[in-house]
């Protein structure tokens, strides 16, 4: 029997690993996590939110010399406030196009077709909606290969631009962003509608008093779940030693997912179906989640291509090939057993 | 019009860490940064911002200059960004950036330094009874029992325990031996389980 190193105590503690089984039967090791899981939560309390002045300060530093270039050139004060817009992460709704923009990025999911999922009756097409005709779908899954799709009776929802304001108490919230010893500081807020439910965080070894799956996911930039409050500053999902606080801020873009119908869907915006697949080759969707078309920035969604960390396929711990065995499985749905919205969503969420 | 009318396993979505690392994890909004992007320097500061602050403001001991020297390496990190060779974790290469700029500032301002005689070295002698009063403290007790450690012994719980730095990226950071860090982990723990057993957690 070996017990758990101080660094594997730090590992499991900080999020970067999962308990391994012996600690699950081990009082000794049991006991050390519990201690220095009190030893973190100490911190946590003491933890603060980076200052935004300071990062204020930051960009207006890097501009400088070129704000003092565009006022000689420009000598206009809307240019000098276009351009600290810029600096705070708004260029893309404020530069006009001219810029690249942070959510411009190729369609990777798109290079796939079918996927599989854990469960056998559910497979996933993800990639651009082509064309739709009635509630027949086609969706351009990369490398040319479209899929046929079936949206009767499905599930369909679509992503429109949203405010702090949309965020309530009851709303189902995926939060992306920088993972903190307070909780999430929100760069993405995804709220869903109360139909769906998003993904579940994975269950860790049993016996594992102190460590949550949420916290863990939190220290990771991720949290999904019900708000349980709403603050000045930000709000809180989940409740009880589960609660993440998610702090928000001007720049925190924010989402929501609505149910639509088929012909609410649009072309050339990124698709998600997830369904059984039909002896003619036809997906018969349970579930239709669209984002907003290619260009649009949406913030945690597709068509970014970024695997955001902290979802269940990289675990609660970001990257999938730190974990020890006995983690969480491998494969994007992993853990997602037969829920077709969470595994839309997860999909959605990483195309 | 071709349609599938099978499934491909392999890949099954684009979702798999590759090589170049994706422009969402650290490494990604670093190659962004080097390449200019501002938006990806606002994710990284606001990811890792707070344990940078957290560390520097105990080494200059002071949170006002804390701050400045967060700003000065958030610039280093900006003008820096392509110099980043992937030999360490992000957030260990920024706290390290960190504690050079803490060091430079101090040098030019004050000759003050965490006290050397927090460094002081306690055996480590493994958990005792006074460890029953950490698992019995609300951690707002832990908290401001934390808040009278020697800087030493806090600063290597923030890095470890709270910039969740692997104990050798400690090492690195903080530039002491590993076992250095884990005497010191050992005795900053020691520490606050007699802090807390003396307020009557222990019972």
């Known amino acids: 029997m070996t017990h758990l190193t101080l660094d594997e105590m730090a590992a499991c503690v900080d999020g970067r690993s999962v308990p391994p089984e012996h600690a699950a039967t081990c009082p000794a090791c049991r006991a050390e996590l519990r201690r220095w899981q009190a030893v973190a939560d100490g911190l946590d309390v003491l933890a603060a939110e980076p200052p935004p002045h300071v990062l204020e300060r930051t960009l207006a530093a890097i501009d400088a010399p070129q704000r003092h270039r565009r006022r000689t050139v420009l000598a206009s004060a ?75 009776g499905a599930k369909i929802t679509h992503t429109v631009s949203g405010s702090l304001s949309d965020v309530t108490v009851g709303a189902q919230v995926v939060v992306q962003g920088g993972g903190t010893r307070r909780g999430v500081t929100a760069e993405s807020v995804a709220v869903l509608p109360r139909s769906v439910t998003p993904p579940k965080p994975p269950s860790l070894p049993k016996g594992m008093p102190g460590l949550d799956p949420a916290r863990l996911m939190a220290r990771n930039g991720t949290a999904m779940g019900a708000v349980s409050k709403v603050g000045p500053d930000g709000f809180t999902v989940g409740t009880g030693r589960s609660a993440v606080h998610v702090g928000t801020s001007r720049s925190t873009k924010v989402t929501k997912q609505e ?35 290619q260009g649009v920035n949406v913030p945690g969604g597709a068509p970014a291509g970024g695997a955001p960390s902290g979802l269940p396929s990289g675990g609660p711990f970001g990257d999938g090939s730190r974990l020890p065995s006995g983690g969480p499985p491998e494969g994007p749905f992993a853990g997602l057993g037969c829920d077709a919205d969470a595994i839309a969503t997860t999909a959605l969420l990483k195309g | 019009m071709e349609v599938m009318s099978g499934e491909e396993r392999t890949p099954p979505l684009a979702v798999r860490r590759v090589s170049p690392p994706h422009e969402d994890d650290d490494e990604g909004l670093l190659a962004r940064v080097a390449e200019g992007d501002r938006t990806a320097l606002v994710a990284l500061y ?33 003008k820096g960004a392509a110099s980043f060779e992937g030999r360490s974790r992000v957030r260990s290469w920024i706290i390290s950036i960190a504690r050079r700029q803490a060091r430079d500032r101090l040098r030019r301002r004050r000759p003050r330094i965490v006290a050397a005689d927090a460094l002081e070295e306690r055996p480590a002698t493994g958990p005792g009874p006074e460890d029953v009063a950490l698992e019995r403290a609300e951690a707002t007790a832990v908290a401001h029992a934390i808040t009278r450690l020697g800087a030493a ?51």
């Open chain 1, 78 to 152: 809307a240019a000098v406030a276009a351009i600290g817009a810029a600096a705070y992460g708004l260029s893309a709704v404020t530069d006009g196009g001219t810029n690249p923009r942070p959510g411009e990025r190729p369609t990777a999911a798109a290079a796939a077709g079918l996927a599989a999922t854990e469960c056998a009756q559910l497979k996933v097409a993800a990639g651009t909606l082509r064309s739709v005709n009635g509630s027949e779908l086609v969706l351009d899954t990369g490398k040319g290969k479209p899929v046929r799709a079936s949206a009767a």
């Open chain 1, 259 to 293: 149910e639509t119908g088929p012909g609410g869907l649009r072309k050339g915006a990124f698709t998600v179906a997830v369904g059984a697949l039909g002896q003619d080759g036809t997906l018969r969707a349970r579930t239709v989640q669209q984002s907003t078309p």
């Open chain 2, 153 to 203: 012994h806090r600063e290597v719980l923030e890095t470890v325990f709270g910039a969740g730095l692997t104990l050798a990226e400690a090492a690195d950071v903080l530039e002491v031996p590993l076992g250095t860090v884990k005497s010191r982990l050992s005795a900053a723990r020691g520490a606050l389980a007699r802090e807390l057993s003396e307020k009557g957690y222990a019972r």
């Open chain 2, 46 to 78: 606001r990811r890792h911002g707070g344990a940078v602050l957290a560390q520097i403001s105990l080494v200059v001991g002071d949170r006002g200059l804390g701050e400045e020297v967060l700003q000065d390496t958030m610039l280093a990190v900006w």
